[in-house]
């Protein structure tokens, strides 16, 4: 039952006293935007005052916004790198924060081949967990009596290493799930999940989902929400059930566990719960093994009111298989947030997709946007950047994020492309528009041009045995297959035609593009099981002549014209689909392991 709040909200009325003092901080963050932004500044100005980054400018102690803007420059991970890597081999000093750097988050994002390191600091830990906190008491405005169920998430931590000076590098949901802040959470009734805290930490992803799975078949009933991070995650739980609902409903009906689950804690928290159920591993056999799937996640969970996943940004290809799983549930994105700093959350969780719009939290970190021009060749030093405050940002404009954070990071471009479509309070509400520079995408993978172009390169010199070469080629993110993999098509130019090469060598070429990608790319591959092989669809020769003249007879200036490197128009897909002569999958995994390679 709603509770009377003496302050209502405009975001009300909240579900319970607990909400309403969350939804009461919302208001208060957002209608006082700008000095709340301002005190921000000041505390992170004046906490890391003493550190070497902050007098390498000669801030002198200053505090204020305008002394911070004339003489801090705006920065990308790269010119941070001298100082990560002497953070990362053990240097203590103040270097970017005053407070000690707890660990390093890694990011999606690469540099190098290698996940960006982020510093932080334990009080990031208090932050996230505040933004965390909001989001049921937004969901509950919106959606009633989710206390009388539970959710269903797929969580899983990733593998973590040491940098050379013995800090922990890790994904940062990993940092959170193994912090006390998640795995001690006080009971909330909004918030219960059928997933065993034993699980979500498991650091092997087979025995994690499978138990996991298996939790949410013996609670269908109960479950009110399906979600995981990412939409790919979802669609690999699916995928999941589909390969293994035979044991899991073989487990089901006799109350025991799947030997291939070894992990002793998981084996005895598992142990407690399991009880035969022939009729629950009737009902999951009699699902699973029709020839549809259309709708099974409401067959399977029949309350589910809604699908907890972000399906914004590189996600929204997704969009169409998790309707055709979900019967067209609504698909709730509740937050946008990074390794870097947790940035806000969707003020109205059940709207479109198309109309996902974030409000940025201004009390998270101190948030400065540069104007987004696509044409622009960049600035320089001579020509600075002028980059506009929260409150200042305009509707319809696009920008790119700059943060400062209390860890450390400051003017950091974070390279998301944001657009403004409107303003709760005095805080802007924000469309993800893309992420600079990516150009293909599975999971939280990024491929840019730049690493798609090395990967061919290599991949093409082993073409010369054959006197062979790459003449044109461009990419494309499929996703009808779980997991989706990329593709890239190839027209070639074989010399001697009595010399081709084989099937067998273009395989070959595909594990080689495979192994000169990024290690987000080789963890999705190898431990994740999140990306599928790599396929190379060689086109006859002259395709790519036709894709120009597609584009110049839709308008293409034919002296401008490029050959783009990644397509996902249906026009230009079907035509290449229709040239190709032979297609290739790579035939084994490319190498990773945790460890960084610099
Ligand atoms: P990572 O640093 O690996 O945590 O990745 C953070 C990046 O993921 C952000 O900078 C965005 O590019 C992307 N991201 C995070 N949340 C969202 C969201 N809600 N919608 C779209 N993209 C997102």
Redesign the pocket.
């Known amino acids: 039952m709603a509770v009377d709040s003496a302050i209502s909200s405009p975001l009300g009325p909240p579900a319970c006293e607990k909400d309403a003092k969350a939804l009461r901080f919302i208001e208060e963050m957002t209608r006082n935007a700008d000095p709340v932004q301002e005190r921000v500044l000041s505390d992170i100005l004046t906490q890391n005052s003493q550190t070497e980054y902050l007098r390498r400018f000669k801030l002198n102690g200053a505090s204020d916004r305008d002394s911070f803007k004339s003489k801090l420059p705006v920065i990308t991970y790269e010119d941070l790198q001298p100082e990560i890597q002497r953070i990362a081999n053990g240097d203590r000093s103040a270097i970017l924060s005053a407070h000690p750097i707890s660990e390093f988050l890694t990011?999606?994002?690469t540099s190098a081949g290698e996940r960006k390191l982020m510093p932080t600091i334990k009080e990031e830990l208090d932050r996230r967990q505040l933004l965390y906190s909001l989001l049921m008491p937004v969901m509950n405005l919106y959606v009633p009596g989710l206390d009388k169920g539970k959710g269903l998430y797929f969580l899983f931590v990733k593998s973590e290493t040491r940098t050379p000076g013995g800090l922990l590098a890790r994904?940062?949901l990993t940092s959170y799930y193994k912090s006390e802040h998640f795995k001690t959470r006080p009971y909330d009734p909004y918030n219960v999940y059928t997933s065993p805290n034993e699980a979500i930490l498991c650091p092997d992803s087979f025995q994690s989902m499978y138990t996991q799975m298996l939790r949410g078949l013996q609670d269908r009933h109960q479950v009110l929400r399906v979600g995981a991070v990412f939409a790919s995650g979802l669609l690999r739980a699916i995928r999941f059930l589909q390969l293994n609902w035979r044991q899991l409903s073989q487990d089901i009906e006799t109350g025991t566990l799947n030997q291939k689950v070894t992990d002793p804690s998981l084996r005895e928290c598992m142990g407690k719960i399991l009880k035969p159920d022939p009729e629950l591993a009737r009902f999951v056999r009699h699902e699973c093994s029709k020839e549809s799937w259309e709708g099974i996640i409401t067959r399977i969970w029949p309350n589910t009111k809604y699908l907890d996943v972000?399906v914004?940004?590189?996600?929204a290809q997704y969009i169409p298989t998790l309707d055709y799983y979900s019967g067209g549930l609504p698909k709730a994105?509740t937050?946008?947030?990074?390794?870097?700093c947790y940035f806000g959350l969707n003020l109205n969780p059940m709207c479109k997709p198309s109309e996902v719009s974030?409000t940025i939290m201004p009390n998270m970190a101190y948030f400065e946007f540069l104007p987004h021009d696509p044409n622009s060749a960049g600035f320089t030093r001579d020509s600075p950047p002028k980059l506009v405050d929260l409150v200042d940002v305009e509707i319809g404009k696009e920008y790119e994020l700059v943060i400062t954070t209390y860890a450390g990071l400051c003017r950091y471009r974070?390279?998301?492309i944001l657009r403004v479509t409107g303003f709760h309070n005095s805080a802007p509400q924000f469309h993800?528009v893309r992420?600079k520079n990516v150009l293909l995408s599975i999971d939280?993978d990024k491929t840019d041009e730049a690493e798609l172009q090395k990967a061919v390169e290599n991949a093409s010199r082993l073409l010369r045995e054959f006197n062979t070469s790459v003449v044109e080629y461009t990419s494309y993110a499929d996703t009808k297959t779980i997991p989706g993999h990329y593709v890239i098509y190839w027209e070639l130019l074989v010399k001697d035609a009595a010399n081709s090469p084989t099937d067998d060598f273009l395989k070959q070429c595909c594990l080689a593009m495979e192994e000169s990608m990024n290690s987000v790319y080789r963890q999705g591959r190898v431990a994740d099981n999140s990306i599928g092989p790599l396929e190379i669809r060689v086109v006859r020769n002259g395709t790519f002549e036709e894709l120009m003249d597609y584009a110049i007879s839709r308008g293409a200036s034919i002296n401008q014209y490029k050959v783009p490197r990644c397509v996902n128009f249906t026009p230009i897909m079907e035509l290449l689909d229709s040239r190709v002569v032979s297609t290739h999958f790579s035939p084994a995994l490319p190498h990773w392991t945790p460890e960084r390679r610099r």
């Not at 914004?312 to 996600?315: D, L, W, Y």
């Not at 937050?335 to 870097?340: D, I, K, L, T």
């Open positions: 990011s999606s994002g994904p940062v972000i914004t940004g590189a996600m994105c937050m946008y947030a990074s390794s870097e974030y974070v390279g998301d993800f992420r939280s």
